[in-house]
């Protein structure tokens, strides 16, 4: 019987190891590792600035330098800010165009206060801060309770603080405080002097909205508002007050970033062209990430991640010397890929494809 057995052993097989994985098995994976990405709200965004950073690094020879990414902070971080504030607005199924002209209408008057009433840093940008929130809290009293539609509430925003920002600014740059040449103080090196401030600032924005949008009343509530509002009305939740909220949430964000920026370049501009393009690309960043614009949906870490994508792009293309007036036409087209990817990420959540 034993002799038996062992001539059923073929011959040689005495120490083989496990049997190498099929070419079938990595491919099936592989898939699977795909499919899980994919599946994911962020997935999408986060497999198309993965190809995007490696394109990147293997076509030029600078884009993986230290300095490099350093470099590309500013391209990003202020836009994951904008966006996170956006996102909230977006999932109420709103929109805040005014956010570029409060992000330009900060810096002026925080410059104002310090240089005219003596006030001191701090307090100066408490103020400020507070200025933005009741430019948001009127966004969101014309829209919850007024009625008046939020593209047209903040488009008329948007341009009545660019034009307040001229008259107040006399249409001339100012130096920000506390940002002379010969002493950057500990105000500037917090907020935005710092090489890495504006970033620490995005990551930990970014966090503590997730989490509130995540485990929060507020976010439960937000949601629910953007998906049913009369549902979430007869639920007993105050569909005024949470878009109210949201508002001034996504105001002050802008009026932050606004100071982040003046205090890091050390100078305000007032320069309404400028701001317009912060106020698309924050939109950007929050579309990119996978907020639906017909609301009930969202997600604030997307948000940051399309601002990582738009960030990577932008700093790809100028260190491979695209010509400036392709940089719109090719973040236009990132853009269409990137929403496309997250039309089919959307319907294979709801099991109409398979992955």
């Not at 098995?25 to 994911?40: C, D, E, I, P």
């Not at 600078?62 to 490099?68: S, Y």
């Not at 002493?183 to 090196?189: D, L, R």
């Not at 698309?280 to 960043?285: H, K, L, P, R, V």
Request: aromatic share 10%; proline share 3%; hydrophobic share 55%.
């Amino acid at each position: 019987m034993a002799a038996t057995e062992e001539a059923a052993v073929p011959a040689g097989s005495e120490g083989r190891g496990p049997d190498s994985p099929a070419p079938g098995a990595r491919a099936g994976f592989g898939r699977r590792v795909l499919g899980s990405l994919m599946t994911l709200r962020e997935g999408s965004v986060i497999l198309v600035t993965l190809v995007t950073i490696i394109y990147f690094a293997a076509t030029t020879d600078h884009f993986t330098t230290t300095d490099n990414f350093k470099n590309l902070l500013p391209y990003f971080a202020p836009f994951a800010i904008l966006g996170a504030g956006e996102v909230f607005v977006m999932i109420n199924g709103e929109i805040d165009l005014s956010i570029g002209a409060v992000y330009l209408f900060s810096p002026f008057i925080f410059e104002k206060l310090v240089s005219d009433t003596g006030l001191a840093l701090v307090p100066a940008l408490i103020v400020t801060l507070i200025v933005c929130m009741l430019i948001g809290a009127i966004n969101g009293f014309f829209v919850a309770v007024v009625g008046i539609t939020s593209f047209v509430v903040t488009l008329g925003m948007l341009f009545s603080i660019e034009g307040l920002t001229l008259v107040i600014s006399h249409a001339q740059q100012v130096a920000m405080p506390g940002t002379s040449v010969t002493h950057i103080g500990t105000f500037a090196q917090i907020f935005g002097a710092g090489t890495y401030s504006e970033l620490i600032w995005a990551v930990a924005i970014v966090a503590v909205l997730q989490v509130i949008l995540t485990f929060t009343r507020w976010g439960i509530y937000t949601v629910s508002v953007g998906s049913n509002r009369i549902g979430a009305a007869e639920a007993g939740i105050n569909v005024p007050w949470n878009l109210i909220r949201n508002f001034v949430l996504c105001a002050t964000l802008a009026g932050l970033v606004g100071i982040f920026e003046a205090v890091r370049t050390t100078t305000a501009t007032p320069d309404p062209a400028g701001a317009n393009e912060v106020l698309f690309e924050g939109i950007s960043a929050a579309v990119i990430g996978g907020t639906l614009l017909k609301g009930g949906s969202g997600t604030v870490v997307g948000a940051f991640i399309g601002a990582v994508f738009l960030g990577v792009l932008n700093d790809g293309l100028i260190i491979k010397g695209v010509n400036a007036n392709y940089l719109f036409l090719y973040t236009g087209l990132a853009i269409i890929i990137a929403m496309t990817l997250n039309v089919f990420v959307q319907r294979a959540r709801r099991g109409a494809i398979r992955v």
